[in-house]
């Protein structure tokens, strides 16, 4: 019974706009002065009757047990890790409702992203689909007429040149689309069931330009949380340990333990922090010069500002660059659905001469 329940919760998935939708409620709530359970009480009561409701008496009994927003979120099966783990950080640090308020924006500029993403995608992509379709089409219904008119005039049709490129050109574009459109299915299934994100990582290693905006992303929230943890008076060693719980495993990952073992052997968070390799030289200037003015919390505050606008206007580079790159495509496919309509017609008009 508990593994099928098990089962069950990992099965729910909840969208970036209800996970904004719910951080800024609970950021309402504690803003309010309402005692934690109180407020998820009144949360919870907002999705009796939905498919969510089973969840948040999850939450609103956990909370009610432990007094932790973070275990409430860890056992209602329906939270990201992301999400409890920064809750857990809220707690700690006692700005509980400002790091929520946080998450708001986080999984508001997710959704962002996703719709410009889909946006961008998913109109090339239904054209290429019927272009496909009609490649079918024209390769095994419209060619062979043309096959079988030459024939009854008493030409071979295998062995015209002009029909032959035709043919070719079609079933070559025909293929391509197909294992286009197939390879991208796969792969939107890959990234949606594969709850560990490697095979994400796997993708962002074959597309350069996905990487390089992953890990500006991932800079931005280590220096926007170790901002808060250290102007709330954490220790260094303990801030990383901390951020080092919210960050999946990968690079980032291991870049922020190499950090804290330096800094708990001693070096100089400046330097450990450089020898992370995760910021560009000049803002390690700016580290360097707030690190010996004792302004650490605030020059990494002005840092994370600046990498989250610098990640922001590239992803709108990427958005923007999807759309005519597809259409590019799409203008190779229907040149050559012409050429293999016109080039049997045009052998046909040069028979019949």
Known sequence: MAQKQARRLKKVRVSAEELSVICQQIAMILRAGLPLYDGIDALSGNYRGTSLAYRFRLLRKSVLETGSLYRGLSSAGMFPDYMAEMALIGERSGE????MDNLAQYYQREAYIRRSIHTAVAYPFI???MMTVLIAVLVTSVLPVFE???????INALQNPWISAGVNAGKIILIVSCIFIILSLLALLMIRMNQTGRFRRFLLTIFPPLRNLEEQMHAGRFASVLAMLLRDGFPMDESLRLIGRIVQPGIIADKIAACLYNVENHMAFA????????????????IHVGVQAGQTEAVMAKIAEI?????DEKLAHLVSIIEPTLVAVMT????????AVLLPLL???????
């Open 307 to 311: 990498y989250e606008n610098e990640a």
């Open 332 to 339: 190779v496919v229907i040149g050559a659905i012409l050429l």
């Open 148 to 154: 079988d008119v030459f024939s009854g005039m008493g």
């Open 96 to 99: 509980l409702d400002t790091v």
């Open 271 to 286: 330097e450990a922090i450089e020898k992370m390799h995760l910021f560009k030289p000049l803002h390690m200037r700016m």
């Open 347 to 353: 052998s046909l008009m040069r028979a019949m001469v």
């Open 127 to 129: 054209i290429i689909a």
